[in-house]
């Protein structure tokens, strides 16, 4: 049972798992700039690097939700998660 325990879990030597990933390092480029292995890593022990959405592929074909997520989180847009305009405000009416 050398390297795993009854229950089939890994031991990765004597250092603590969570020194595995840095999930900090280099958040803001995750998408590109983890590898799988740290993306599936993080995203089991941290939240961190969670892939919802495959944002390839034609964005005019994506639904809201995967737009809006592709958008925010790889910083791939389409036309669907394009901010809204705002309102025109209603001008006060003057009574005579």
């Known amino acids: 049972h050398y390297g795993s325990n009854c229950y089939g879990i890994q031991h990765y030597g004597s250092s ?15 998408q590109q700039g983890w590898s799988t292995e740290k993306k599936d890593w993080c995203c089991e022990r941290e939240g961190r690097g969670c892939v919802q959405y495959d944002c ?8 809201a939700a995967q737009s809006q997520w592709c958008c ?3 910083q791939i847009c ?8 705002p309102a025109a405000q209603a001008s ?5």
């Open 72 to 74: 925010e989180n790889a």
């Open 16 to 30: 603590d798992l969570s020194e595995r990933f840095d999930c900090s390092a280099e958040y803001d480029k995750w």
């Open 56 to 63: 390839t592929g034609d964005v005019h074909f994506w639904a």
């Open 92 to 96: 006060p009416t003057s009574s005579p």
């Open 78 to 85: 389409s036309p669907h998660a394009a901010p809204a305009a």
